[in-house]
């Protein structure tokens, strides 16, 4: 049986892990390539490296990053940040990344999406996808945002994450704008409306603060995978840990 | 030597770490006669089979990999590697394979999440040195949306359970082939190719 995968996800800039650097059992916790060990080690299902240098020195320096990481590690990688055009992928996955993912790019330019898609194969594809709820909506609805969550499109998530997918995305990272950094749940409902909508597996990300969470995101919100930077870097909760708890609670886990 | 075909796969340099990091300096090579030189031979792959097979052609690997198999040789298939030494594949209107072994290569039916995608469990199902030290069950890690369906059941090696049971490895002799990725899955994958080689013995040291 597939088992549910546990993802952390890791922001780098300028060839430097910018959050999760309070692991005092490391001997550098800045270090992509040794954060990347380490979870390895603690039994993480695949790692998520966004990139958030904005100068081309620093995107230049994540390829370095992603090869260093690929020569250590025997998991799945998906590199994502600044990839705007096929031969920004092919440099990432050439240097070892199995999977690349695009947000505004795609959402700019959806053909990017098939064209991608057919050069590498749906598999490698993963479109992130930033929704924040509607407010004064009469049925729940969710707005795409691009640019880091900071610019509205007026483009309604479910119609996109089905759009993608019929471009060819083989894979959906949503993250939910309202959640993301409270710590206080993943929003379960766009989680579910969304993973219910697309025949592709779906990452669930933003909002995750108690194991519980992760829990409820799986088996509620019908996600394929959980994302969560802070409630591992930070130590509140370990892979290990986490896997346990949800082992227990009978969902499929690889441990 | 290991060799290690380069044609383009986008998995290529996951392989080529990994059979590195247990020790070994594999060949990574697109030129035939390196590939007839082989001792033992890994195809890479993932995305499309189509693709995989235009490519082969292109380079004119097709006679040269079914050569090295035909007269014995340890070869690994990987992935998209397993799915063209079939005869054929629906993937992309239907394309013709390398068919070194009888059976066609299907889309996973709908109502599943394709591709099956993550870490699932491989159930062995013959005895073989390629599963030495690796438990029965360990999870390996799949990525496709197309599986294989060997006419000669008796090459099935492992199946795994994705709502129907999956051919995930098949071994013929010396030919082994996996719909997962052993690069991709932790130790059970690092063992699981160290076991490859130490089939090929003392000659690709």
Same mark, same amino acid.
């Given at each position: 049986?597939?088992?549910?995968?546990?993802?952390?996800?890791?922001?780098?800039?300028?060839?430097?892990?910018?959050?999760?650097?309070?692991?005092?059992?490391?001997?550098?916790?800045?270090?992509?390539?040794?954060?990347?060990?380490?979870?390895?080690?603690?039994?993480?299902?695949?790692?998520?490296?966004?990139?958030?240098?904005?100068?081309?020195?620093?995107?230049?320096?994540?390829?370095?990053?992603?090869?260093?990481?690929?020569?250590?590690?025997?998991?799945?990688?998906?590199?994502?940040?600044?990839?705007?055009?096929?031969?920004?992928?092919?440099?990432?996955?050439?240097?070892?990344?199995?999977?690349?993912?695009?947000?505004?790019?795609?959402?700019?330019?959806?053909?990017?999406?098939?064209?991608?898609?057919?050069?590498?194969?749906?598999?490698?594809?993963?479109?992130?996808?930033?929704?924040?709820?509607?407010?004064?909506?009469?049925?729940?609805?969710?707005?795409?945002?691009?640019?880091?969550?900071?610019?509205?499109?007026?483009?309604?998530?479910?119609?996109?994450?089905?759009?993608?997918?019929?471009?060819?995305?083989?894979?959906?990272?949503?993250?939910?704008?309202?959640?993301?950094?409270?710590?206080?749940?993943?929003?379960?409902?766009?989680?579910?409306?969304?993973?219910?909508?697309?025949?592709?597996?779906?990452?669930?990300?933003?909002?995750?603060?108690?194991?519980?969470?992760?829990?409820?995101?799986?088996?509620?919100?019908?996600?394929?995978?959980?994302?969560?930077?802070?409630?591992?870097?930070?130590?509140?909760?370990?892979?290990?840990?986490?896997?346990?708890?949800?082992?227990?609670?009978?969902?499929?886990?690889?441990? | 030597?290991?060799?290690?075909?380069?044609?383009?796969?986008?998995?290529?340099?996951?392989?080529?770490?990994?059979?590195?990091?247990?020790?070994?300096?594999?060949?990574?090579?697109?030129?035939?006669?390196?590939?007839?030189?082989?001792?033992?031979?890994?195809?890479?792959?993932?995305?499309?089979?189509?693709?995989?097979?235009?490519?082969?052609?292109?380079?004119? !690997?097709?006679? #040269? @990999?079914?050569?090295? &198999?035909?007269?014995?040789?340890? =070869?690994?298939? /990987?992935?998209?590697?397993?799915?063209?030494?079939?005869?054929?594949?629906?993937?992309?209107?239907?394309?013709?394979?390398?068919?070194?072994?009888?059976?066609?290569?299907?889309?996973?039916?709908?109502?599943?999440?394709?591709?099956?995608?993550?870490?699932?469990?491989?159930?062995?199902? !013959?005895?073989? #040195? @390629?599963?030495?030290? &690796?438990?029965?069950?360990?999870? =390996?890690?799949? /990525?496709?949306?197309?599986?294989?369906?060997?006419?000669?059941?008796?090459?099935?090696?492992?199946?795994?359970?994705?709502?129907?049971?999956?051919?995930?490895?098949?071994?013929?002799?010396?030919?082994?082939?996996?719909?997962?990725?052993?690069?991709?899955?932790?130790?059970?994958?690092?063992?699981?190719?160290?076991?490859?080689?130490?089939?090929?013995?003392?000659?690709?040291?």
């Amino acid at each position: 049986m597939l088992t549910k995968r546990i993802i952390p996800c890791l922001d780098v800039k300028d060839g430097r892990v910018v959050k999760g650097t309070s692991f005092t059992r490391l001997r550098d916790a800045g270090d992509p390539v040794e954060l990347a060990s380490f979870y390895y080690k603690e039994g993480a299902d695949e790692l998520v490296f966004l990139d958030i240098s904005a100068t081309p020195e620093g995107r230049d320096t994540m390829v370095d990053v992603v090869e260093r990481i690929s020569g250590e590690v025997s998991m799945p990688l998906t590199v994502g940040g600044g990839l705007r055009s096929p031969s920004d992928m092919r440099r990432m996955l050439r240097a070892g990344a199995d999977k690349v993912t695009i947000n505004t790019a795609a959402v700019l330019q959806p053909r990017l999406i098939q064209e991608s898609a057919d050069k590498f194969g749906s598999q490698c594809i993963v479109i992130a996808i930033d929704a924040k709820r509607i407010e004064d909506s009469q049925k729940p609805c969710w707005e795409v945002y691009t640019h880091s969550g900071q610019q509205p499109t007026g483009i309604d998530a479910l119609a996109w994450a089905r759009q993608s997918v019929t471009l060819g995305a083989g894979e959906l990272l949503l993250t939910s704008i309202d959640a993301d950094g409270h710590r206080a749940g993943y929003d379960i409902e766009l989680t579910r409306a969304i993973s219910e909508a697309v025949t592709v597996p779906v990452i669930a990300s933003g909002g995750a603060g108690a194991l519980e969470d992760l829990y409820q995101a799986l088996v509620t919100g019908k996600a394929d995978a959980v994302l969560a930077a802070s409630i591992f870097h930070y130590g509140s909760h370990s892979i290990h840990e986490t896997k346990e708890y949800l082992m227990k609670k009978g969902l499929p886990i690889r441990i | 030597m290991i060799t290690i075909i380069d044609y383009g796969a986008g998995n290529l340099r996951s392989v080529a770490n990994a059979v590195t990091r247990l020790g070994y300096q594999p060949k990574i090579t697109s030129s035939v006669n390196e590939l007839l030189d082989a001792q033992a031979v890994i195809l890479p792959g993932v995305g499309a089979a189509a693709d995989t097979m235009e490519s082969l052609r292109a380079l004119g !690997l097709a006679d #040269p @990999i079914r050569q090295v &198999i035909a007269e014995g040789r340890p =070869f690994f298939g /990987v992935c998209i590697g397993l799915q063209v030494l079939f005869t054929g594949t629906e993937e992309g209107g239907g394309h013709e394979c390398l068919g070194i072994l009888p059976g066609r290569v299907k889309r996973l039916p709908p109502g599943l999440k394709i591709p099956h995608m993550g870490w699932n469990q491989v159930k062995q199902r !013959l005895s073989h #040195p @390629i599963f030495d030290g &690796i438990p029965d069950d360990a999870n =390996f890690y799949f /990525v496709h949306s197309y599986y294989v369906e060997p006419e000669d059941k008796s090459l099935i090696a492992a199946d795994t359970d994705y709502g129907m049971p999956i051919c995930s490895a098949v071994i013929k002799g010396n030919l082994i082939a996996t719909q997962f990725h052993p690069e991709k899955s932790g130790e059970s994958g690092l063992r699981m190719y160290d076991n490859f080689i130490k089939l090929a013995g003392d000659r690709v040291r």
